[in-house]
């Protein structure tokens, strides 16, 4: 009794199902919640910074375009007197200081020499400038905007020029403006002015990744690592997941500013922006565990009302000796089929165990040939079977021309041919199913919760197997079978056995080998 209470009951087990289960669900739940709330996070972050990246580009696209058009309208201006200095020297100031657009303002001769600056502290007028943009303006003598470079002045620039033609096309110089990179200036301005205050940083990079804006001006002139392959920058815009050498993780947004070729990149730190989550992990949390809570309670209380029938036959189980225990268990109430069903095999098995289960072991209930069940064990099988109601189907099998065999080659050669048939039907017999010798050559089978049709499909098998088998001497024989069912009801089970019989003699009748099945 003492070991029967170490073992943990169905109850608790039970108990423990639900609290397992209810964990799991509730880590799942959690899991999935933050695999989701960081994939919509990583994702509307890539997106808006992709957005803000793009409306940056196209901010600095539409200043680039505007900065080019007064540019053109100037060319074409000084185009008409380009050796009058009075008014280059009003155009450059005009150009610098109407619009804000430039830092300096130039006119350059053909040969590269400088014929009007503003500011004119600067003091480059007569001065041949040998900057690269410069050069690249001279050279190529169209629109341009320079790639970042040094000035004359030891400032980062990047230089926006306009070729200055005469009517009939002959190249006079170039009007130019010079924007700021390190300095105060209106690129600066427009840039720096919508960057947003949540942690997105603002880089603006040339073709060779140098750092040509950002919010911190000690970069500006610094480079990046190639932080976008090629196929990438074909795309006007895009976004992706990267990590800076020695920096963590960020969210990036890109887009090309067509005129230049820059790309605008927004960045925003993949922390920054996962710190949400915790936060709504808490909440989901917080209103999950009242509900887990009542739904344990419910688990535990429905654990004990579906533990307490078994625990009460469980403890019943132990006492199958003791006279009256029959009665006690059932006044157990077993509500649902598990419990049903196992209080009903208890007290079947009180009653096999007191009134018949020590006869179906004694030598009284074997055929000593056969070791198959004699008609006493058959009988006490077929009252089993009746206090249980278990349906089953009945074989009866008879050895066709038994004697002959006796006859021809005497009654140990008999003998041994009704043992090879009890071996046959022994190994055709599943494991539920009962075999007994009825007597002389014949035989039944009983086939617990077996229909009629799947009765004739053993019959037919054995049948076939025991024609097919040879028996020493005398060579083959064949078997005559009758199939009957008993439903379970009230019906006597001598009746069926009857005609089980008649339909034997049937099969005899039909000239033998053969199943035949009796009519209800």
Request: with cysteine.
């Amino acid at each position: 009794m003492m070991r029967l209470r170490l073992k943990t009951d169905l109850r608790t087990l039970i108990a423990l199902l639900a609290i397992i289960s209810i964990v799991i669900t509730l880590a799942n739940a959690m899991y999935a919640t933050w695999r989701v709330q960081r994939m919509v996070l990583i994702d509307n972050t890539l997106e808006a910074n992709r957005a803000y990246a793009a409306k940056l580009a196209n901010t600095s696209e539409i200043f680039f375009q505007l900065a080019q058009s007064q540019l053109h309208y100037s060319a074409n201006l000084l185009a008409q007197d380009f050796d009058n200095p009075r008014l280059l020297q009003q155009e450059v100031d005009r150009l610098r200081t109407q619009t804000s657009s430039f830092n300096s303002v130039a006119v350059v001769d053909a040969s590269g020499v400088v014929k009007a600056i503003s500011p004119e502290s600067l003091m480059l007028k007569g001065m041949k400038l040998s900057s690269t943009s410069s050069r690249e303006a001279l050279s190529q003598r169209q629109p341009l905007v320079s790639q970042p470079s040094i000035s004359a002045s030891n400032n980062l620039i990047v230089f926006v020029s306009w070729p200055v033609r005469r009517s009939d096309g002959h190249y006079l110089g170039y009007v130019g403006g010079s924007i700021y990179l390190k300095k105060k200036s209106i690129l600066n301005t427009l840039l720096g002015e919508q960057f947003y205050r949540d942690g997105t940083n603002v880089y603006v990079l040339d073709s060779h990744n140098q750092v040509l804006y950002h919010q911190n001006p000690q970069r500006v002139g610094s480079y990046l690592p190639t932080m976008l392959t090629g196929d990438r920058r074909q795309q006007s815009s895009g976004s992706m997941q990267l990590t800076l050498p020695g920096d963590e993780p960020q969210l990036a947004g890109y887009a090309l500013v067509p005129t230049t070729g820059w790309m605008v990149v927004a960045l925003k730190p993949t922390a920054v922006t996962l710190e949400p989550v915790a936060g709504l992990l808490m909440r989901v949390l917080k209103h999950s565990v009242p509900f887990a809570l009542l739904t344990l309670l419910v688990a535990v209380l429905l654990a004990r009302l579906i533990a307490l029938p078994l625990w009460s036959l469980a403890r019943k189980a132990s006492l199958m000796d003791v006279q009256g225990v029959e009665k006690e268990i059932g006044t157990v109430r077993a509500w649902y089929f598990e419990a049903a069903q196992v209080k009903r095999a208890l007290l079947t098995g009180i009653g096999l165990m007191q009134d018949k289960i020590g006869r179906l072991k004694s030598e009284v209930q074997t055929d000593p040939l056969t070791e198959l069940l004699n008609r006493r064990g058959l009988g006490i099988m077929l009252d089993y079977f009746r206090s249980l109601q278990q349906p089953f189907a009945v074989l009866a099998l008879d050895i066709d021309h038994f004697k002959r065999v006796n006859d021809n080659w005497g009654h140990d050669v008999g003998d041994e041919v009704i043992r090879q048939v009890a071996q046959s039907l022994r190994r055709n017999a599943r494991h539920s199913d009962v075999v007994c010798r009825s007597g002389g050559e014949e035989f039944l089978m009983i086939l617990p919760d077996t229909a009629l049709d799947e009765a004739e499909k053993l019959a037919q098998r054995i049948r076939r197997s025991m024609a097919e088998m040879p028996i020493g001497e005398v060579g083959h024989i064949t078997l005559s079978i009758g199939v009957a069912r008993w439903s379970g009801d009230s019906q006597p089970l001598e009746r069926v056995l009857k005609q089980a019989d008649a339909a034997l003699y049937q099969a005899k009748g039909a000239g033998r080998n053969c199943v035949m099945i009796a009519k209800s």
